[in-house]
T-cell receptor
Framework: AQSVTQPDIHITVSEGASLELRCNYS??????LFWYVQSPGQGLQLLLK??????LVQGIKGFEAEFKRSQSSFNLRKPSVHWSDAAEYFC???????????FGRGTSLIVHP | EAQVTQNPRYLITVTGKKLTVTCSQN?????MSWYRQDPGLGLRQIYY???????DKGDVPEGYKVSRKEKRNFPLILESPSPNQTSLYFC???????????FGNGTRLTVT
């Protein structure tokens, strides 16, 4: 069975600073990988996904993530954070042929002005 | 507009009083799923459905029922709610095999 670890419960950055949110997964083969964002009072919104091919994936809102098989990681990055990026971020992994994606416990991003 | 609609957004009820949370999607998605979100535990899947009349248990199905009589609707039923089912519930849908989920805005349930 697959599993996901988001090591950071909270991350605080200043507006305009760069951001990297960590995600490590455990799965025997190449998984499907996702990042979602949850703004307060809202449902989750898909930021980006990796299925195959280019390991650097571009998403919405200026986010990108890089799949590193050797490190079993799929870290989310943004070069310059905006105050509106403050939210909860979830990494998820799905096994090919499965219908039960596994979510990490989330990282709460706090943005200081 | 493509969306997943859940109702109600907020629900307060008492132990043992049956309730239904509705979920509807307008994207013709085959796959639909229910999650609960609890502090420190992230999202846990309750039930999922791959198509009409096809449902299966997720990680935490105890105390819940679902049905999928139409492709667009996937209601979550709590026959006898208990306080440990107080949580934030999300419905989600996707194309089959895609797993790129579209989420509703959530239903915050309180059982007293």
């Amino acid at each position: 069975a697959q599993s996901v670890t988001q090591p950071d419960i909270h991350i605080t950055v200043s507006e305009g600073a760069s951001l990297e949110l960590r995600c490590n997964y455990s799965y025997g083969a190449t998984p499907y990988l996702f990042w979602y964002v949850q703004s307060p009072g809202q449902g989750l919104q898909l930021l980006l996904k990796y299925f195959s091919g280019d390991t650097l994936v571009q998403g919405i809102k200026g986010f990108e993530a890089e799949f590193k098989r050797s490190q079993s990681s799929f870290n989310l990055r943004k070069p310059s954070v905006h105050w509106s990026d403050a939210a909860e971020y979830f990494c998820a992994v799905g096994a090919r042929g499965s219908y039960i994606p596994t979510f990490g416990r989330g990282t709460s991003l706090i943005v200081h002005p | 507009e493509a969306q997943v609609t859940q109702n109600p957004r907020y629900l307060i009820t008492v132990t043992g009083k049956k309730l239904t949370v509705t979920c509807s999607q307008n994207m013709n998605h085959e796959y639909m799923s229910w999650y609960r979100q609890d502090p420190g535990l992230g999202l846990r899947q309750i039930y999922y459905s791959m198509n009409v009349e096809v449902t299966d248990k997720g990680d935490v199905p105890e105390g819940y029922k679902v049905s999928r009589k139409e492709k667009r609707n996937f209601p979550l039923i709590l026959e006898s709610p208990s306080p440990n089912q107080t949580s934030l519930y999300f419905c989600a849908s996707s194309l089959l095999g895609d797993l790129a989920l579209h989420f509703g805005n959530g239903t915050r349930l309180t059982v007293t």
